[in-house]
């Protein structure tokens, strides 16, 4: 799976098809003419969709961010307690989420 995804702020998503014409893996859909829906199995995080979105509703993001950002902590990292923050403490994206 990708490293990066399309996010869709459904709040500001004004359901206009722009990003469905323009991704060249078919993973936006407009979903029953209210908003764009991403398939994270299908998009590869090109951010193709992103730059042509008028409403500037779609943010390109990264999986690893988001897998961690919810709990973890350098408390918990250095308890060991839990894998997913000792993970983090050694990733890259450390200086990001922490
Ligand atoms: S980031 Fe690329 S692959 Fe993913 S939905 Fe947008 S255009 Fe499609
Ligand atoms: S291009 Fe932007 S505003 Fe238009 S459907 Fe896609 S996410 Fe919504």
């Keep these: 799976m990708a490293k990066r995804y399309a996010f869709v702020h459904n709040e500001v998503c004004v359901a206009c098809g722009a990003c469905e014409n323009v ?12 908003m764009a829906r991403v398939d994270e199995g299908l998009c590869v995080g090109c951010g193709i969709c992103a730059r042509e979105c008028p409403a500037g509703a779609i943010d390109i993001r990264n999986r690893v961010e988001e897998r ?18 000792s993970q ?6 450390k200086d990001k989420m922490f």
């Excluded at 991704?23 to 209210?34: D, E, I, Q």
């Excluded at 950002?69 to 923050?85: F, L, N, T």
């Excluded at 983090?88 to 994206?93: D, G, N, V």
């Design 88 to 93: 983090l403490a050694s990733s890259p994206y």
């Design 68 to 85: 961690f950002d919810s709990h973890c902590s350098p408390e918990r990292a250095a308890s060991g307690a839990c894998p997913m923050c």
């Design 23 to 34: 991704c060249p893996r078919a993973a936006v859909k407009v979903w029953r003419g209210c």
